[in-house]
Protein backbone atom coordinates (compact mmCIF):
# COMPACT_ATOMS: atom_id res chain seq x y z
CA UNK A 1 0.00 0.00 0.00
CA UNK A 2 1.56 3.39 -0.81
CA UNK A 3 0.59 6.35 1.11
CA UNK A 4 -0.43 9.44 -1.62
CA UNK A 5 -1.75 11.99 0.76
CA UNK A 6 -1.74 12.90 4.85
CA UNK A 7 -4.22 14.49 6.20
CA UNK A 8 -4.21 14.86 10.00
CA UNK A 9 -6.45 17.09 12.42
CA UNK A 10 -6.17 17.80 15.76
CA UNK A 11 -3.31 15.47 16.80
CA UNK A 12 -1.22 16.64 19.45
CA UNK A 13 0.29 19.93 18.14
CA UNK A 14 -1.10 20.33 14.90
CA UNK A 15 -4.55 21.53 13.97
CA UNK A 16 -4.40 20.78 10.23
CA UNK A 17 -2.64 19.46 7.74
CA UNK A 18 -2.18 18.14 4.29
CA UNK A 19 1.14 16.05 3.13
CA UNK A 20 1.53 14.66 -0.21
CA UNK A 21 3.93 11.97 -0.19
CA UNK A 22 6.35 11.41 -2.53
CA UNK A 23 7.29 7.59 -3.61
CA UNK A 24 10.03 6.03 -1.63
CA UNK A 25 11.03 7.65 1.23
CA UNK A 26 9.51 11.07 3.04
CA UNK A 27 11.35 12.64 5.71
CA UNK A 28 10.39 14.96 8.41
CA UNK A 29 13.28 17.17 9.64
CA UNK A 30 11.95 20.50 12.11
CA UNK A 31 12.64 21.56 15.68
CA UNK A 32 11.39 20.07 18.84
CA UNK A 33 7.84 20.34 19.01
CA UNK A 34 7.15 20.95 15.35
CA UNK A 35 5.14 18.02 15.25
CA UNK A 36 7.02 14.96 13.69
CA UNK A 37 5.92 12.80 16.32
CA UNK A 38 2.46 13.36 15.75
CA UNK A 39 2.92 13.09 11.83
CA UNK A 40 4.17 9.66 12.49
CA UNK A 41 1.70 8.67 15.19
CA UNK A 42 -1.26 9.53 12.85
CA UNK A 43 -0.15 7.64 10.12
CA UNK A 44 0.52 4.54 12.36
CA UNK A 45 -2.87 5.07 14.19
CA UNK A 46 -4.86 5.88 10.77
CA UNK A 47 -8.05 3.72 9.51
CA UNK A 48 -7.66 1.51 7.22
CA UNK A 49 -6.23 -2.30 6.75
CA UNK A 50 -3.48 -1.94 9.59
CA UNK A 51 -0.51 -2.33 7.17
CA UNK A 52 1.49 0.81 7.86
CA UNK A 53 4.50 0.54 8.99
CA UNK A 54 6.78 3.74 10.29
CA UNK A 55 10.70 2.89 10.24
CA UNK A 56 12.49 5.31 11.93
CA UNK A 57 16.40 5.88 10.75
CA UNK A 58 18.28 5.12 14.13
CA UNK A 59 15.77 2.64 14.93
CA UNK A 60 16.87 -0.83 16.28
CA UNK A 61 16.59 -3.83 14.03
CA UNK A 62 13.64 -6.47 14.33
CA UNK A 63 14.24 -8.76 17.86
CA UNK A 64 14.05 -11.56 14.95
CA UNK A 65 16.77 -10.56 12.90
CA UNK A 66 18.88 -9.90 15.93
CA UNK A 67 17.68 -13.63 17.63
CA UNK A 68 18.94 -14.76 13.98
CA UNK A 69 22.18 -13.33 13.86
CA UNK A 70 23.11 -14.76 17.24
CA UNK A 71 21.65 -18.07 16.34
CA UNK A 72 23.96 -17.96 12.84
CA UNK A 73 26.98 -16.29 15.27
CA UNK A 74 26.71 -19.09 17.87
CA UNK A 75 26.41 -21.96 15.37
CA UNK A 76 30.07 -21.90 13.85
CA UNK A 77 32.23 -24.08 15.65
CA UNK A 78 35.55 -21.35 16.14
CA UNK A 79 32.66 -19.25 18.16
CA UNK A 80 32.20 -19.58 21.85
CA UNK A 81 30.11 -17.04 22.88
CA UNK A 82 28.82 -13.81 21.88
CA UNK A 83 28.72 -10.05 23.65
CA UNK A 84 26.54 -7.31 23.06
CA UNK A 85 24.33 -7.05 19.18
CA UNK A 86 23.54 -3.95 18.22
CA UNK A 87 21.94 -2.80 15.67
CA UNK A 88 20.44 0.31 13.84
CA UNK A 89 18.45 1.32 10.85
CA UNK A 90 20.16 3.39 8.50
CA UNK A 91 17.40 3.38 6.28
CA UNK A 92 14.28 1.38 4.93
CA UNK A 93 16.66 -1.19 3.78
CA UNK A 94 20.04 -0.68 4.96
CA UNK A 95 21.26 -1.97 8.55
CA UNK A 96 24.29 -1.74 10.80
CA UNK A 97 25.52 -4.64 12.83
CA UNK A 98 28.08 -4.64 15.50
CA UNK A 99 28.83 -7.73 17.15
CA UNK A 100 30.82 -8.68 19.75
CA UNK A 101 32.35 -12.60 19.64
CA UNK A 102 34.28 -14.62 21.33
CA UNK A 103 36.59 -16.80 19.42
CA UNK A 104 38.43 -20.26 20.58
CA UNK A 105 41.58 -19.10 22.56
CA UNK A 106 44.75 -19.79 20.68
CA UNK A 107 42.79 -19.51 17.32
CA UNK A 108 44.87 -18.51 14.50
CA UNK A 109 44.45 -14.71 13.00
CA UNK A 110 43.57 -16.15 9.62
CA UNK A 111 41.46 -18.63 11.40
CA UNK A 112 39.23 -15.61 12.71
CA UNK A 113 39.42 -13.51 9.30
CA UNK A 114 38.30 -16.80 7.40
CA UNK A 115 35.32 -17.36 10.38
CA UNK A 116 34.28 -13.64 10.06
CA UNK A 117 34.03 -14.15 6.44
CA UNK A 118 31.80 -16.87 6.86
CA UNK A 119 29.82 -15.49 9.65
CA UNK A 120 29.08 -12.21 7.62
CA UNK A 121 28.12 -14.12 4.63
CA UNK A 122 26.04 -15.74 6.27
CA UNK A 123 24.31 -13.24 8.11
CA UNK A 124 23.84 -11.46 4.42
CA UNK A 125 21.97 -14.63 3.30
CA UNK A 126 19.10 -14.52 5.62
CA UNK A 127 18.96 -10.51 5.88
CA UNK A 128 20.58 -8.28 2.67
CA UNK A 129 19.86 -5.17 4.44
CA UNK A 130 22.41 -5.90 6.63
CA UNK A 131 24.60 -3.66 4.94
CA UNK A 132 27.66 -2.94 7.15
CA UNK A 133 28.67 -5.34 9.65
CA UNK A 134 31.45 -4.60 12.46
CA UNK A 135 32.84 -7.83 14.41
CA UNK A 136 34.48 -6.96 17.76
CA UNK A 137 36.77 -10.02 17.79
CA UNK A 138 37.43 -11.04 21.90
CA UNK A 139 38.54 -13.97 23.50
CA UNK A 140 42.76 -13.84 21.70
CA UNK A 141 45.19 -15.31 23.37
CA UNK A 142 47.31 -12.89 24.96
CA UNK A 143 44.02 -10.70 25.13
CA UNK A 144 44.13 -8.78 22.66
CA UNK A 145 41.02 -6.85 21.18
CA UNK A 146 41.10 -7.25 17.53
CA UNK A 147 38.00 -5.75 15.46
CA UNK A 148 36.72 -6.53 11.74
CA UNK A 149 34.82 -3.69 9.43
CA UNK A 150 33.36 -5.70 7.17
CA UNK A 151 32.06 -2.35 5.48
CA UNK A 152 29.34 -2.35 2.82
CA UNK A 153 28.59 -5.50 1.35
CA UNK A 154 28.30 -6.45 -2.11
Known amino acids: MRLLTLEISRVRNLSSVA ?29 GDGIYYVQLVGEAADPELVATVREIALADPAVTGLGVVLTMHLGPDDVLLNIEVQFTPGLPAEDIHTVVHRIEERITDSYPEVSRIFIEVEALSGGADVSSAAGPVA
Do not use: M, Q
Open 19 to 47: IDCSPGLNVFIGPNGAGKTAIIEAVYDAP
